[in-house]
T-cell receptor
């Protein structure tokens, strides 16, 4: 099946710094990517939907200035957590939808990035 | 609010038994997808069922879809300890997830 990678898989940073997480579709073109965060023992919470070449659509309650999303190419979307605080510590997961006509149904998920802000 | 809602929230069974979990959704859909998540990992796509399908099989997985009731079920037959994970459903309408079903299969 299609593969989505995330980098880094683990990141520890100091409070106040910014962290960039990359999400790549390795063998398909992803016109749409989704970003989620997940707290321990909880479900995935959709943060934003990212379309290649346009601004991301953020879910209610998600600060767009704090969670900057860039989907500059059909294989790469980035999430930057700006001025990170300990409460931003979470598991961030991206997913991508194959952009080929007739194959846009399945979402493929990355392995996740665990962020710890000290 | 999320589209897919799974129940039960937790399910504990013995190896070899069958596990059934359910998903309800709110709007019309083109398809519904089931995913598995092992602790601390990303989601793995298990199976997709389209709105014009009533049942679909993949190995030990059987998925049903009842569009009139806006519900789906996932059956795992002859469960194994390795099936221990959280299971989620999502629809093509949106990719918001419910709380999931946490399945524990005891050896």
């Amino acid at each position: 099946g299609a593969v989505v990678s995330q980098h880094p898989s683990w990141v520890i940073c100091k409070s106040g710094t910014s962290v960039k997480i990359e999400c790549r579709s390795l063998d398909f073109q992803a016109t749409t990517m989704f970003w989620y965060r997940q707290f321990p023992k909880q479900s995935l919470m959709l943060m934003a939907t990212s379309n290649e070449g346009s601004k991301a659509t953020y879910e209610q309650g998600v600060e767009k200035d704090k969670f900057l999303i860039n989907h500059a190419s059909l294989t790469l979307s980035t999430l930057t957590v700006t001025s990170a605080h300990p409460e931003d510590s979470s598991f961030y997961i991206c997913s991508a939808r194959d952009g080929l006509a007739g194959n846009q149904e399945t979402q493929y998920f990355g392995p996740g990035t665990r962020l710890l802000v000290l | 609010s999320q589209q897919g809602e799974e129940d039960p929230q937790a399910l504990s069974i013995q190896e070899g038994e069958n596990a059934t979990m359910n998903c309800s959704y709110k709007t019309s859909i083109n398809n519904l997808q089931w995913y598995r998540q092992n602790s601390g990992r990303g989601l793995v796509h298990l199976i997709l069922i389209r709105s014009n399908e009533r049942e679909k099989h993949s190995g030990r997985l059987r998925v049903t879809l009842d569009t009139s009731k806006k519900s789906s079920s996932l059956l795992i037959t002859a469960s194994r300890a390795a099936d221990t994970a959280s299971y989620f459903c999502a629809t093509d309408y949106d990719m918001r997830f419910g709380a999931g079903t946490r399945l524990t299969v005891k050896p």
